[in-house]
Nanobody, 127 residues
């Protein structure tokens, strides 16, 4: 499966953005998914994760109550609604998927848990 992110851009602090991640290819399997981000000079860090059916979600403390992850398995997409953005949210945001091949309520939150990555989309928050 291939992942393509979109929706990044430049926004002022306090503003909102909605990132999208579209999946294509071998989509017959099951994929818990997540969002990660990487700022210049820093390691890639976890942002949010969602189980295959969407029933379970998990967030990094730094984005909890500001970001919301959701998914649409009919259209094979996952979204990240970002609100109350801060300059420290500036980073390249990556969508990731893990093929598990069975129905599961699990989510995953470390980069090594995921084998499929998108190319990333830049989010810049100005102060």
């Amino acid at each position: 499966v291939q992942l393509v992110e979109s929706g990044g851009g430049l926004v002022q602090a306090g503003g909102s953005l909605r990132l999208s991640c579209a999946a294509s290819g071998h989509t017959d399997s099951t994929y818990p998914m997540g969002w990660f981000r990487q700022a210049p000079g820093k390691e890639r860090e976890f942002v949010a994760a969602i189980s295959w059916g969407g029933t379970n979600t998990y967030y990094a403390d730094s984005v909890k109550d500001r970001f919301t992850i959701s998914r649409d398995n009919v259209n094979l997409a996952v979204y990240l609604q970002m609100s109350s953005l801060k300059p420290e949210d500036t980073a390249v945001y990556y969508c990731a998927a893990r093929e598990i091949g069975s129905i599961s309520t699990h989510y995953y939150y470390t980069p090594s848990d995921y084998g499929i990555w998108g190319q990333g989309t830049q989010v810049t928050v100005s102060s």
